[in-house]
């Protein structure tokens, strides 16, 4: 008898001890494209331009042990669905990012270079490889992870030059308006 009690009350903290467990098991959220946002924006010889990604998919994954830590990172964006509001220059830019042959853009995170606990949550610079139009580069993403009520959400700025992608920046009219090689892209990402 005294046995059973004593092999039910091992069970008992096994369990209690398991639910204090969960917090070091690596969690993965998925993109919610509708609270999820990113612009790029760019200049051109006539005036500024933006463009919205309509179409994110992704996950991230995050280990909440005593040290926080971002496990992985992958981001897809539609090419088709990067939108302007104006048709023409939807056109120009699936035709410079090569549309036919390569359908996304993509980020997958190797390593985090930094992560730095702050007020409401972490400033991280990630660095992945950013494929753009079939050519894949390594980059630093800086950005700030805020979890909040079971969701993630990432939010930040990168620069970029549409060259170092083989992107040829589009022109219009003929090439009498042509596009600047610089672009920024403005992202708020949340994940649940």
């Not at 069970?11 to 969690?27: E, H, P």
């Not at 509708?34 to 991230?60: C, P, R």
């Not at 981001?75 to 036919?100: C, E, I, P």
């Amino acid at each position: 008898m005294v046995q059973f009690k004593t092999l039910r009350l091992l069970v008992v903290f096994l369990i209690l001890g398991l639910f204090n467990q969960v917090d070091l098991v690596a969690q993965n959220y998925s993109v919610n494209n509708q609270k999820s946002s990113l612009l790029v924006l760019g200049t051109s010889s006539l005036h500024d331009w933006e463009i919205t990604a309509e179409q994110q998919k992704g996950t991230i994954q995050i280990e909440n042990t005593e040290q926080f830590a971002l496990k992985d990172l992958t981001m897809t964006f539609d090419v088709n669905a990067l939108k302007s509001g104006k048709s023409s220059m939807d056109k120009n830019t699936r035709k410079a990012l090569d549309y036919s042959d390569y359908k996304t853009i993509n980020f997958k995170l190797t390593k985090v270079k930094s992560i730095t606990k702050k007020r409401t949550g972490y400033s991280v610079v990630a660095v992945g490889n950013l494929t753009i139009a079939g050519t894949t580069k390594s980059i630093e993403l800086p950005f700030t992870l805020s979890p909040l009520n079971g969701t993630v959400s990432l939010s930040g700025e990168k620069d970029l030059k549409m060259t170092t992608f083989n992107v040829e920046p589009p022109t219009a009219l003929l090439g009498t308006i042509t596009t600047g090689d610089e672009i920024t892209i403005q992202f708020n990402t949340v994940f649940n």
